[in-house]
């Protein structure tokens, strides 16, 4: 089937990266909240036995202030269960490790320590039993926000602040049982912070942010060996802030991700930054419209990369938002979720043939924010972008029914005088399309598509009638 789309000259485009109205494409998709009146957040799950583990916070229920809570869901995202930890002050938990028996949940704790914050890990069996806790620190704030499995225990990096000094990356490598086997620091002399630990080749690496200059941040990756000896340090940004909030090890070297943000031109975009194995930055890509807009997530997936966030957060609009894009960093599907309120997601895996995301949403909430998790699959459309007389784009429904009423965007950035922004609907048989889309125009241009949430780009060079794709 061939489509012709006459358009008519447009001399202006506003083409934003993600689709915030975008909602569920698949009748498989499904999304379920837990919690009640208050604020009840999710940072984390896991997959075990027969279901996943949700980690994270409530001010619902438990012993006082913001407690930390563990939820055991089927594989469609029934409750089983749900276990709260902690005392009268707060307590929380930001990321999980499951074991043979259990799993064990990393954060921090006000209710027990030393300090004001300790770090704190909880090691409980498959009912969320508590079978022992640990806290670790002294009398300043110290808070783990990533645990890592070695071979001999577990290693959980965070922060820690001395003596009520500024903030430095930290890393305790404990045995199976929690006790505390070393301790490690990492940074300069004003405040570093690590989020993120990820097992590499000869070692390990963690994300994180240091503080350049005051109130100006540089995303930061440190690789250290097993017994946590630093073995280099990069840092990544320029006059703007950088944050990286995670990191994934990949074939060739670190993505990291995370946000970038411009006060004085009042940016704050999602950004992934790839570097090889040395640390050595390969690029450096930013995603986002006009609101605030965050991975904080990602993973390595075959040849290409997957990351999760929120998009247009503070617009009353804003939604869980899931990307992939290639290994040089350009889009190739993303998706929001969203009702009428700010939804995010934290944390996510890959599962049974798409992403679980777990985060928080006022929009499907009992009152405040509750934990939300999110079932999502990739997108069934393929686009194939080719020139020659105008612009052929060969679109694939992979599944065996047709899809209605898809949006479509196509937009053509440079000297072009017909068709430079062509969108609508369009209903995809299953199997293959081709639409074709008249252009009239002269050099190097980019042009941009989207069908429904399936996104990709093409560098071209156009010479009247013609288009040449690079």
């Not at 929690?178 to 940074?187: F, L, M, Q, R, S």
């Not at 985060?359 to 509750?370: H, V």
Request: hydrophobic share 35%.
């Amino acid at each position: 089937m061939i489509l012709l789309i006459l358009i008519y000259p447009v001399y202006s485009m506003d083409f934003i990266v993600g689709n915030p109205s975008c909602n569920f494409c698949s009748p498989n998709e499904w999304n379920n909240t837990y919690g009640g009146k208050m604020d009840d957040m999710g940072y984390s799950v896991a997959e075990t036995a027969g279901g996943y583990f949700v980690a994270g916070v409530t001010k619902s229920f438990g012993k006082g202030n913001y407690d930390a809570w563990l939820i055991k869901v089927d594989r469609n995202g029934n409750e089983i269960w749900n276990k709260t930890y902690g005392g009268k002050n707060e307590d929380g938990i930001y990321d999980i490790l499951v074991t043979q028996d259990g799993c064990i949940v990393a954060g921090k704790t006000k209710s027990f320590g030393k300090g004001s914050y300790d770090a704190w890990l909880i090691k409980v069996d498959s009912n969320g039993n508590e079978i022992w806790n640990k806290t670790y620190g002294g009398e300043g704030n110290e808070v783990a926000y990533s645990i890592c499995p070695t071979h001999d225990g577990y290693l959980i990096a965070g922060i820690i602040q001395p003596f009520g000094k500024d903030y430095d990356a930290w890393l305790i490598k404990m045995d199976n049982n929690g006790n505390e086997i070393w301790n490690k620091t990492y940074g300069s002399t004003r405040n570093d912070y690590v989020y993120s630990i990820k097992e590499c080749n000869e070692g390990y690496v963690m994300a994180g942010t240091t503080e350049f200059s005051i109130k100006d941040y540089d995303a930061w990756l440190i690789k250290v060996d097993n017994n946590g000896n630093e073995i280099w340090n990069k840092t990544y940004g320029g006059e703007a802030s950088e944050i990286a909030t995670d990191v994934a090890v990949g074939k060739d070297g670190y993505i990291m991700s995370g946000n970038f943000m411009d006060l004085k031109k009042r940016i704050s975009d999602a950004m992934i930054i790839k570097v090889d194995n040395n640390g050595n930055e390969i690029w450096n890509k930013t995603y986002g419209g006009a609101y605030m807009d965050n991975l904080n997530c990602i993973l390595a997936d075959n040849d290409s990369i997957v990351a999760a966030g929120y998009y247009g957060m503070l617009s009353n609009k804003g939604g869980a938002w899931i990307v992939r894009i290639d290994e040089n960093g350009s889009i190739l599907w993303n998706k929001t979720i969203h009702g009428k309120g700010d939804d995010f997601a934290w944390s996510f895996i890959k599962s049974k043939g798409g992403y679980l995301l777990v985060g928080s949403s006022s929009a499907y909430s009992r009152g405040g924010y509750d934990v939300w998790l999110i079932k999502v699959y990739e997108s069934k459309i393929e686009i194939e972008i080719k020139g020659g007389l105008g612009i052929n784009i060969f679109i694939k429904n992979l599944e065996n029914e047709s899809i209605t009423n898809v949006e479509f965007n196509v937009a053509i950035m440079g000297f072009i005088l017909f068709g430079k922004v062509s969108e609508g609907n369009l209903d995809l048989p299953p199997g293959e399309i081709k639409l074709h889309i008249p252009v009239f125009g002269f050099g190097n241009a980019k042009i941009r598509i989207r069908i429904g949430d399936v996104e990709k780009s093409a560098n071209c060079f156009v010479f009247g009638p013609f288009v040449l794709i690079r």
